[in-house]
């Protein structure tokens, strides 16, 4: 007997979705997404720390919150605590493209008139 | 950005959480896509910034940088906040059963950066020829 499609396989059937054998996968993907955003604000920081370290430091710093909250337990439908680590990029992301504005406006490049 | 019924609220009403828990999976699924997308705004304002600030003027073409720069910054930031609000819109979806709404960012993303690449190779042209 097989199970209808698109449904859960029965007990004595090998799931066809290796995430019915172990759903912790899912789980460890999104931790890895999260250190490779977390490896983006490090490498953002550290390339405008060389320019405007006062600007770089708390980007790296915010790196190592970034990993850090990729790592935090927390049941996937805790959903507002979930959505608030969300919004914290996203306000960080624009909190920096604004510096960045005011930086390429104002920064040390060559001139900006030329 | 959503046709969701309520979609666009603040999280402040506080009705996320109504509707069913989904598989978590799908909300794994959910939360990589919103970082996938944060880590591309990332690229898109250090791109923007290094252009303005690293990259030699065009020679004859006042501001030139910035023209190009400007815009790639200020996509970085709308990216970032329409991911977070389809996110959201994408939860809201799973919470009842519904079908996911499309994403608008791969058709904004598309243009923005073809548009922009446009106006940066006719700077290259305009400024290699006046180089003689």
Redesign the interface.
């Known amino acids: 007997m097989s199970p209808p499609a698109g449904r859960i396989p029965a007990g004595d059937e090998p799931p066809d979705d290796i995430e019915y054998a172990d759903p912790g996968l899912a789980r460890a993907r999104t931790e890895l997404a999260w250190t490779r955003t977390a490896i983006a604000f490090a490498a953002l920081g550290a390339a405008v720390l060389k320019f405007h370290p006062v600007v770089g430091l708390p980007v790296l710093v915010l790196s190592a919150v970034v990993w850090r909250l990729g790592r935090l337990p927390g049941r996937a439908g805790a959903g507002h605590a979930r959505g608030r680590r969300l919004l914290l990029i996203t306000v960080t992301t624009v909190a920096i493209s604004l510096a960045a504005l005011v930086l390429s406006f104002t920064g040390p490049g060559i001139s900006p008139l030329r | 950005m959503t046709d969701q019924p309520g979609g666009r609220d603040p999280?402040t009403t506080g009705t996320?959480?109504d509707g069913t828990?989904p598989d978590?999976?799908y909300?794994?699924?959910n939360?990589?896509t919103?970082?996938?997308w944060?880590?591309t705004?990332?690229?898109l304002?250090?791109g923007?910034?290094?252009i303005?600030?690293?990259l030699?003027?065009f020679p004859g073409i006042?501001?030139g940088?910035?023209i190009i720069?400007?815009p790639l910054?200020?996509l970085?930031?709308a990216v970032?906040?329409i991911?977070?609000l389809e996110?959201?819109a994408s939860?809201r979806a799973l919470r009842h059963g519904l079908p996911l709404p499309r994403s608008r960012l791969p058709q904004i993303l598309a243009i923005a950066v073809a548009v922009i690449g446009l106006i940066a190779a006719a700077f290259a042209l305009l400024s290699a020829a006046r180089v003689p």
Do not use: M, N
């Open positions: 999280a996320d959480d828990e978590a999976r909300t794994f699924a939360e990589r919103f970082l996938a944060s880590r705004a990332l690229a304002v250090v923007g910034l290094a303005t600030q690293l030699p003027p006042p501001w940088r910035h720069g400007t910054i200020l970085g930031s970032s906040v991911s977070y996110w959201k939860r």
